[in-house]
């Protein structure tokens, strides 16, 4: 086993000090991130990403345990997404890769499933934010919530999401949660 997946402490090692400061409110936990892959590579189709990556840890998290899987990561900060693939690189995860743009902007087509731990809060809430370099509004939060759910809704059935600390209402009603692991706010859906 690649002694930066053993633990969180381990896996933030890699990161920047402002990065591993974030890490507790922003990056995905690896347990969380194992469990939430696992339920987005049990369906068919192998192309996962995962909105607003941030650091990349959920993919490469993701991508270690499920190599036969495909995870991409879109963040709209580019110094994230440059921490992100240092970190690839340190831990030889190929199978996973990172985009520098906005989720909106992203042919869905060629994605299965979909990954969320609640990027569009930072919209709403500004507790431990990751930076001030990027707008923030209600009406963002409001676009990126619409965006999120139509994209939801053209997706055909089996479509598989895993959320984290994001409110239901986030996704339409024909989603429904397979699994709800109470204590870390991880809901696993599918659509029906």
């Not at 997404?81 to 909106?104: K, P």
């Not at 992203?106 to 499933?113: K, V």
Request: proline share 5%.
């Amino acid at each position: 086993m690649n002694k930066y997946f053993s633990n969180d402490a381990a896996f933030d090692s890699l990161y920047s000090l402002r990065a591993q400061q974030l890490s507790s409110i922003h990056w995905t936990p690896i347990e969380i991130a194992k469990k939430a892959a696992f339920h987005l590579c049990g369906g068919p189709g192998n192309n996962i990403l995962d909105i607003g990556s941030g650091t990349g840890k959920f993919c490469l998290v993701a991508g270690y345990y499920f190599p036969d899987f495909h995870f991409t990561g879109v963040e709209q900060r580019k110094l994230l997404v440059d921490e992100a693939i240092i970190t690839q690189n340190a831990t030889e995860v190929l199978n996973v890769n990172f985009i520098h743009g906005n989720f909106t902007e992203l042919n869905m087509d060629q994605y299965d499933h979909f990954y969320l731990y609640n990027s569009f809060s930072e919209n709403l809430f500004h507790y431990k934010p990751i930076d001030n370099l990027i707008s923030t509004s209600v009406e963002i939060y409001d676009e990126y919530r619409n965006h999120f759910y139509e994209l939801l809704e053209s997706k055909p059935p089996g479509t598989r999401v895993a959320t984290f600390h994001c409110p239901d209402d986030y996704l339409p009603g024909d989603y429904k949660i397979e699994k709800f692991i109470p204590g870390d706010s991880l809901k696993l859906w599918i659509k029906h």
